[in-house]
């Protein structure tokens, strides 16, 4: 016996087999980003102020790699209905573009966002040890202002044999731009262009350091997040690339020979998913770009 | 037996159809440039400053849930889905705000002396 | 990972289209890498029923250690400390974080690589299909790539015992910061670490339930026979229905909090450390600021639902075999509908009441233990529901029928020592001591396994086409019933006295285990609970080897040799690849027993509804695809 | 009341200690009578049942079986029954625990504070405030890394494995821990609340009745959690101050009492009765059969990034 439902959908339900299946499967990836952004939520209000870092993100780079999601959501759905009208060649473009998006999302991810964190030192700063760097914090005016007070000083760390060797008794930071100017209003805010670090270079007495670390995972709350929850979507793209590829090599025009409808309706139900992962990344975007 | 051949593939009928999708391609394109429109739109909200940064925070929401929600309603077809699949989905939306909410109950009710 | 695996669902599902053009498949192909529902739920059961005797296995360990804490384990102490390696067993004595592994491997075990498997995946394969007239599930494919992620999920753990250091240490639950830090000694290794592989291993184990659960979803919901609508569905097909959703949507909150914790464990991260830890008299570096809690809840919001995934299957089979024992429709087919729906739905609302004593202020906890209550509320009607339904009956004591009227009683012994657990202020006393070892054990061991007994001497006869043997069942019967009473019950006074669990002096160092009851010492109890689980270890090769000897050996049946009535039983017995020779349609309801104006005391769901029963009884309108 | 106290100690509940906490052993022996009722007269139907209708004596069921809507008034008789224990009993009893803390000023207020594997207590000395702690002023000698130069830390006490209170009065603890999470279950007192590291859980109690009773470590807390014991002692109030004051002259003496207790890392855990506590009557002599090593849970290095 055949299984029935696999192509043309069941009466009552009016659904076929593999798309109750794929939301299905969507109901439990909502469950498990949905697990993810609880934490998000719970960690950042439980997080001490100035703990949780603003505008450490490239905005133009995260916004781009944003549209890049939206367009190629746009052309999968796109592919979907070449196939509906039976136009094979559109659906080739339009796929082919599909998964380019990806890989290019990916790529820019892996190359540049990343790693570029990985370089970023902050040393974070014990309490009592404030106001003695008063100069680059420029906490004074901040709290006059209502504004949340900065416990840490970020750049390129410039001599990384201080962090093995008890004998360097200082941290040399290439400061960020905002810690050179902390008393400048353009500095309040998260600047959209990224600044590179300047060659200011500023002393730390490791005394007065909490931690010192880079910008992986285990600097703080904010970077933990990001990267999990980064991480877990990037694999979320890289899984849909590969079946679009599947889809799109020449293996996939057979199925088409045989019956457009069935490759239509794989199409159907991987762009779901691939939809699914746009709309993570439409919340993803703000929250950790953004605020 | 209960998959049978594909009816489109009649030359007549799948004109029909063929035009149906066609009307809405342009639909599908109009909402990608919408999407994009509104996440730069996201952007420039994020260097407004709404008083507080709560404030911030639930308007970046506000925008992204509206465009969550067309992704859904157009591109993922929810706009026209058979009640079943909302079913499904309604119970998973529940069980979510109920996870956060209980969650954060229990987080923001402890003993106090 | 979910990614590809759902990227793998919808290709395959598709696949499977041009292969069931019928060519030889090969050995290979057709025993072991199989797509057939019935091969993999095979697999599964026989791989999970493994893993309950192993699980047993651990715990009869321990429970040496429990009743003669300190002394060389006579015999096999030596060849175990040579399995386990040294720091285990050395001296045939167990160390304490040996025991702590046994414990926390025990609980994984039972319940992940045990119950799961058997009552969800392997009934839920072979049985569900059948009982629904579909010819296989509806995604096959994802079916075996389903076992397959058990299997690595499974070695995974198993492996994790032969690591240095040992398998994970910090209890089922996992608590964090414990399970965070543990293992990470001088010579710790970012992976081959117990806790890091059950992290990764239950990540697999996850996988392969979600992949399930999507697929038993779609299959009760597309491939239903003709005629087969929702209330006429088997309760059993029910119970593996909300069982599926329970899987569904509680897991991923638990995997992504596996994430976190792996994430801690290996990327430096702090989710569930705060700041300001001292592990050892060292402060610890870490960036801080994150929420042991924050583990409970995630924990608990898949562990909860995950109770009622070991119990809503064995309510299923009982159910099955009640009607067809007691020869009578089951009493209340749409309250117990009705009930699994409200438990499958509450039971993601009351996950808090195992976090009592976690500094909880009076406005959730009592938001918490009002559903706590409101949940015990639809067990009450189901477990009436089979007892109302044996009134009137004719009641055979067939060997599955003995296993289903044990569940009844043990169930409920357990059930209803929830009740105290439930409200707060009784926790207080009896959190964590024994009591709550006690209530569950009741529930998932003379409960659930007794109904996973019954599941597999009632539907054997499908699977071989032979019998088990009846008097070596009995044999297996009798002692087990007794034991796990003389186990558990003692624990129930262990508890009262204030013992707690995971003990691994088994409460002799403590002046509350010195107490007396009835009789003993709490400590001393261990002695005879130690002795009644060893005697049940015997009692169960009877099975073992009437298990395996009559697949061969065992006395041959026709299709429907219970005379029931669902739709299984219509398939010729071990039922080929396609299952049904005549693609079943359904007239009736499940439970047609005894049907007034018929000679046969059994109507079966395809038996046509006769003219004459349209007169008298006035039948359902005979809707054909609801 | 007699009657149902008689089923808590049947099942070998030992007595209670505190002023609450025959409230607690009520709703636990009022569970259990409506448990043991249900639990007997379904069983009773049930061995009725099974005999009447065996197929030998009842060859044809009957297909409609039971009408009576006994099972509905059953069923929420149940309902009426557990609304009553949870309204009436438990959730009040919550409230008193949690929400009604007494005042301060007759009451003892103590930090409790877990480690892998024994209990610290803090309290504040005369002068009712406690003295500030810093995790980086931990050490062998000052477990809870009070800082000597904080002038509210100069009269505190810190002690190991043992706790005095005086009897008829409320004590408040505070919980916390500086490792994992324990727990702090006094059983006699009916009472126990998680120390969880980073948060303070308070608790309350008043003991009435004058004794030592065992402090127990009720959560999976490593390899030691099985002999993480502590002792509370109930004094007569003359008893409590000589202990007080006793305490203090030690606190004041070297720079911080270096508790009798304490156990350098790397060493053996204690084992059995903590040392230095007198053994409650009829404490068995055997200590605990093996020495836990503390190589579960060093300190964790992040693995990467500085
Ligand atoms: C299958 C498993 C299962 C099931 C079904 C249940 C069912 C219930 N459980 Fe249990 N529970 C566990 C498994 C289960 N539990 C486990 C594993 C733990 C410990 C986890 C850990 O910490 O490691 C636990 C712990 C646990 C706690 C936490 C205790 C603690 O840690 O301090 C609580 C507290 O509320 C609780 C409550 C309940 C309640 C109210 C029910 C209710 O749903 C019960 C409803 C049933 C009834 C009310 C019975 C009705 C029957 C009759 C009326 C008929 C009687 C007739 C005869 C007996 C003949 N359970
Ligand atoms: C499904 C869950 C399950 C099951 C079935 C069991 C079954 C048993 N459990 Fe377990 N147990 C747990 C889940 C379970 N347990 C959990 C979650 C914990 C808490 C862990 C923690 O602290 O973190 C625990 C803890 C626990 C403790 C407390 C330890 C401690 O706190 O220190 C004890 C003590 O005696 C115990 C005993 C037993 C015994 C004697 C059985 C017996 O009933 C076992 C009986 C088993 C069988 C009868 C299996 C027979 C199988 C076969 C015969 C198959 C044959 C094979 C083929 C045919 C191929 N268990
Ligand atoms: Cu501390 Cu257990
Ligand atoms: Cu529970």
Redesign the interface.
């Known amino acids: 016996m055949?299984i029935?439902?696999?192509?043309?959908t069941r009466p009552d339900?009016?659904?076929w087999n593999a798309?109750?299946g794929i939301?299905?499967f969507l109901?439990s990836e909502?469950?498990l980003f949905?697990?993810l952004?609880?934490a998000y939520?719970?960690l950042r209000?439980d997080a001490l102020p100035g703990e949780w870092p603003h505008g450490l993100l490239n905005?133009p780079v995260g916004?781009m790699n944003?549209?890049i999601l939206?367009?190629s959501?746009?052309t999968v759905?796109?592919a979907w209905?070449a196939l509906?009208?039976?136009r094979y060649r559109a659906y080739w473009w339009y796929m082919l573009v599909t998964i380019l998006c990806g890989i290019i999302f990916l790529v820019v991810k892996l190359t540049y966002e990343w790693p570029q964190k990985f370089e970023h030192y902050g040393a974070k700063l014990k309490p009592e040890a404030l106001a003695k760097y008063e100069k680059y914090l420029g906490n004074e005016r901040r709290t006059e202002k209502g504004l949340e007070p900065r416990v840490e000083i970020t750049g390129h760390l410039e001599n990384h044999e201080a962090l093995a060797d008890p004998n360097i008794k200082e941290f040399e930071i290439g400061l960020d731009p905002v810690y050179v100017e902390p008393n400048n209003p353009a500095n309040d805010?998260p600047h959209?262009f990224y600044v590179p670090p300047t060659d200011h270079v500023a002393k730390i007495d490791k005394e007065d350091v909490e931690r010192n670390t880079s910008f992986g995972p285990w600097h703080n709350q904010y970077f933990a997040t990001y990267f999990t929850i980064t991480g877990l979507h990037g694999l979320h793209v890289l899984g849909g690339v590969l079946v679009f590829t599947y889809m799109w090599l020449p293996v996939s025009k057979k199925v088409y020979q045989r019956?457009?409808?069935h490759l239509a309706n794989r199409v159907e139900v991987s762009?779901?998913f691939w939809?699914?992962v746009?709309?993570i990344w439409?919340?993803v975007?703000?929250?950790f770009y953004?605020? | 037996?209960?998959?049978?051949?594909?009816i489109?593939?009649d030359p007549a009928e799948?004109e029909e159809?063929?035009h149906g999708?066609?009307q809405?391609?342009m639909r599908?394109?109009m909402?990608?440039v919408t999407?994009?429109v509104f996440?730069?739109l996201?952007?420039a909200l994020?260097?407004v400053?709404f008083g507080t940064?709560k404030a911030?925070?639930v308007v970046?929401?506000l925008?992204?849930t509206f465009?969550?929600g067309l992704?859904?309603a157009i591109?993922?077809h929810l706009a026209a889905e058979?009640r079943?699949?909302y079913r499904?989905?309604i119970?998973?939306?529940f069980?979510?705000l109920?996870?956060?909410f209980?969650?954060?109950?229990?987080?923001y009710?402890?003993?106090?002396? | 990972m979910d990614a590809s695996t759902s990227a793998a669902a919808h290709h395959e599902s598709h696949e499977h289209?041009g292969e069931h053009e019928h060519h030889e498949l090969g050995w290979w192909r057709k025993y072991v890498f199989s797509t057939d529902h019935k091969v993999i739920g095979i697999w599964y059961g026989v791989c999970g029923l493994l893993f309950l005797f192993f699980g047993f296995s651990l715990m009869m360990m321990m429970r040496f250690q429990l009743a003669y804490p300190g002394h060389a384990m006579p015999v096999i102490g030596g060849v175990l400390s040579k399995i386990f390696g040294p720091g285990t067993m050395d001296g045939g004595k167990m160390a304490p974080e040996f025991y702590n592994s046994l414990g926390a491997m025990h609980g994984t075990i039972m319940i992940f690589l045990g119950v799961v498997p058997v009552a969800f995946a392997a009934f839920g394969n072979f049985v569900v299909p059948l009982q629904i007239g579909a010819p296989d599930m509806t995604f096959p494919k994802v079916n075996a790539a389903s076992f397959w992620a058990f299997f690595v999920g499974a070695a995974v753990m198993v492996a994790s015992f032969f690591v240095p250091g040992g398998a994970a240490k910090s209890g089922w639950t996992s608590y964090t910061p414990l399970a965070d830090i543990a293992d990470k000694g001088p010579h710790y290794h970012l992976i081959w670490n117990g806790q890091t592989m059950w992290i990764l291993g239950f990540i697999f184990l996850i996988t392969s339930s979600l992949l399930g659960a999507v697929n038993f979803i779609t299959t009760i919901?597309q491939l239903r026979a003709k005629g087969l609508t929702w209330m006429r569905l088997p309760f059993f097909v029910w119970t593996q229905f909300v069982t599926a959703?329970l899987l569904l949507?509680a897991f991923p909150?638990l995997e992504a909090a596996l994430v976190m914790q792996f994430m801690d464990r290996v990327a430096g991260t702090s989710f569930f450390l705060p700041t300001g830890l001292v592990v050892n008299g060292a402060a610890v570096h870490i960036s801080g600021g994150g929420s042991p809690?924050?583990w409970q809840?995630l924990f608990w919001?898949l562990g909860h639902p995950e109770v009622y995934v070991l119990i809503l299957p064995a309510f299923g089979i009982v159910a099955e075999i009640i009607a067809n024992n007691s020869r009578k429709p089951l009493w209340g087919y749409k309250s117990l509908v009705f009930s699994v729906l409200v438990i499958g739905f509450l039971s993601?609302?009351v996950w808090?009441h195992h976090?009592w004593l976690t500094?909880?202020?009076?406005?959730?906890s009592a938001?918490f233990q009002t559903t706590t209550l409101l949940i015990s509320i639809p067990s009450v009607i189901v477990l009436s529901a089979f007892f109302i339904s044996l009134w009137g009956g004719s009641i055979r004591f067939t060997v599955p029928m003995l296993w289903a009227t044990a569940f009844l009683p043990m169930f409920g012994i357990g059930g209803l020592t929830g009740i105290p657990l439930a409200f707060n202020s009784a926790d207080l006393y009896l959190h964590d001591t024994y009591y709550v070892i006690a209530h569950f054990h009741y529930i998932v061991a003379p409960g659930t396994i007794f109904g996973l007994f019954a599941g597999v001497y009632y539907w054997y006869p499908k699977a071989t086409g032979r019998m088990m043997n009846e008097f070596w069942s009995k044999v297996h019967f009798w002692p087990s019933l007794i034991c796990m009473n003389v186990i558990f019950l003692p624990m129930f006074l262990q508890g009262m006295l204030g013992m707690h669990r995971r003990w691994y002096d088994g409460g002799q160092g403590w002046t509350i285990g010195n107490e007396h009851v009835w009789g003993l010492s709490g400590f001393q109890w261990n002695t005879p609970i130690s002795w009644a689980a060893w005697t049940m270890g015997l009692a169960q090769i009877p099975f073992i080897i009437n298990f395996f000897w009559s697949i061969k050996h065992g006395k041959k049946v026709d299709d429907n040799p219970w005379e029931a009535t669902t739709l299984e039983w219509t398939a010729p017995n071990r039922p080929p690849h396609g299952n049904f020779v005549i693609t079943p349609v359904a007239y009736r309801g499940p439970y047609e027993y005894s049907l007034p104006g018929r000679e046969k005391d059994f109507t079966m769901q395809n038996e046509p509804v006769e003219e004459t029963e349209r007169t008298r009884r006035r039948p359902e309108p005979e809707t054909v695809l609801a | 009341m007699i009657s149902l106290a008689l089923i808590n100690q049947f099942l070998g509940q030992p007595p209670n200690a505190s002023e609450h906490g025959y409230q607690i052993d009520h709703i636990l022996e009022f569970a259990h009578w409506f448990m043991g009722a249900l639990f007997l007269g379904w069983s009773a139907y049930f061995v009725f049942v099974l005999i009447r209708f065996r197929r030998r004596k009842h060859p044809r069921a009957d297909y409609h079986g039971v009408k009576s809507a006994i099972s509905t008034h059953l069923e929420f008789s149940v309902v009426l029954i557990e609304a009553v224990l949870l309204i009436g009993f438990a959730i009040p009893l919550w409230a008193k625990r949690?929400n009604e803390?007494p005042d301060t000023k007759d009451a003892i207020v103590v930090h409790a504070v877990g480690q892998q594997f024994n209990w610290n207590f803090h309290l504040p000395g005369p002068d009712g405030q406690f003295g500030r702690r810093d995790v980086n002023l931990v050490s062998n000698s000052n477990p809870l890394g009070l800082d000597q130069n904080d002038p509210a830390a100069k009269d505190d006490i810190v002690t190991t494995g043992e706790l005095h209170v005086p009897v008829n009065h409320p004590v408040?603890v505070?919980l916390s821990s500086k490792d994992v999470i324990h727990n702090f279950a006094l059983v006699h007192m009916r009472i126990a609340g998680d120390a969880i590291p980073g948060?303070l859980?308070?608790?309350w109690f008043k003991p009435v009745k004058p004794g030592t009773y065992e402090i127990i470590c009720g959560q999976l807390c490593g390899l030691g959690h099985y002999g993480m014991k502590g002792t509370l002692v109930v004094d007569e109030p003359n008893e409590y101050q000589a202990w007080l004051k006793e305490r203090a002259e030690l606190a004041g003496g070297a720079a911080s009492a270096p508790p009798a207790t304490q156990r350098p890392p790397g060493e053996p855990a204690q084992a059995g009765p903590t040392p230095g506590t007198v053994p409650p009557p009829g404490a068995p002599k055997v200590g605990n059969p093996q020495l836990p090593q503390d190589k579960n849970a060093a300190p964790s290095p992040s693995p990467s990034g500085q």
């Open positions: 055949e029935p439902y696999t192509i043309s339900t009016g659904l798309k109750v939301w299905l109901a909502v469950m949905g697990g952004f609880s939520i719970f209000l905005v916004a944003t549209a939206i367009i959501s746009v759905v796109l209905a509906k009208m039976r805010r959209f019956n457009p409808e762009g779901l939809h699914f746009d709309l439409i919340f975007f703000p929250l953004l605020l | 037996m209960n998959n049978p051949p594909d489109s593939q799948h159809y063929a999708v066609h809405h391609v599908y394109v909402v990608g999407l994009l996440t730069a996201t952007v994020s260097y400053n940064a911030n925070i970046a929401m925008v992204a465009k969550a992704v859904a591109f993922m058979k079943l699949i499904v989905l119970f998973t939306a069980f979510v109920g996870l956060f209980l969650t954060y109950l229990a987080w009710n402890p003993i106090v002396r | 289209h919901i959703f949507l909150p809690l924050l809840h919001f993601f609302i808090a976090m500094g909880m202020g009076s406005t959730v938001f | 949690v803390f408040i505070e948060s859980i308070p608790m």
